[in-house]
């Protein structure tokens, strides 16, 4: 099994639509989680960040986090065609450690 | 955010040669680290860079073949070597600061 899993999609859906993008993960040991979103060509470009368990809601964007279930959300509302990407998630049990990454979702966002 | 930014931006380069690549971050960043991104694939931690000392180095990947320097807080190099087709990939330079973790906008490599 590995540390980090997330559905790759490709995730097609018309805009405005609500996405919602998920990991799972095995280690109980992470309590840092963020979402990334990589424009094609481009570096990752950090998203959200959360701490241990509950939400963090920014703007269109809600990060949920699910300690007990081993699962993390990202919730994207009203998307736009400029939302398509691949987010990634990635997570870290320590300050100042290196994060874990998932494969990624390819999302695309239909005008 | 933390600033960092990394050159050459892109390269295509023959078989055998070395390329190196450099990374410039801000003073708040503490750690720095070197990925790569293979076509579609998700991102593969290198190595971390240790101001002053060797780099350490993730399974599968060896200082031969990737020699890391990290002569400062702010900049570090990553060499990539002796590169053939399947060295070609996305290199992204990463740092801390604090909680978070910020990335580079990565050097497109390609090997003829």
């Known amino acids: 099994q590995k540390e980090v899993e997330q559905d790759p999609g490709p995730l097609s859906v018309p805009e405005g639509a609500i996405v919602s993008l998920n990991c799972t993960y095995s280690n109980s040991a992470f309590q840092y989680f963020m979402w990334y979103r990589q424009y094609s060509r481009k570096g990752p470009e950090l998203l959200m960040y959360t701490y241990s368990s509950g939400n963090k809601e920014d703007g269109r964007f809600t990060a949920q986090v699910d300690k007990s279930s081993k699962y993390i959300s990202l919730f994207i509302r009203d998307s736009q065609p400029s939302d398509s990407a691949t987010y990634l998630c990635?997570?870290?049990?320590?300050?100042?450690?290196?994060?874990?990454f998932g494969p990624g979702t390819r999302l695309s966002v239909l005008p | 955010s933390a600033v960092i930014s990394q050159k050459p931006s892109r390269d295509i380069c023959q078989r055998g040669t070395s390329l190196t690549i450099q990374c410039q971050v801000d003073s708040q960043v503490t750690m720095m680290f070197w990925y790569r991104q293979q076509p579609g694939q998700s991102l593969t931690l290198i190595a971390t860079a240790n101001q002053g000392s060797e780099a350490t180095y993730e399974s599968g990947f060896v200082i031969d073949k990737f020699p890391i320097s990290r002569p400062n807080l702010t900049f570090s190099t990553l060499t990539v070597s002796n590169m053939s087709p399947e060295d070609s990939s996305i290199y992204l330079c990463?740092?801390?600061?604090?909680?978070?973790?910020?990335f580079g906008p990565g050097t497109r490599l390609l090997v003829l």
């Open positions: 990635a997570m870290s049990a320590s300050y100042g450690q290196n994060f874990v």
């Open positions: 990463s740092g801390n600061r604090g909680e978070t973790q910020y």
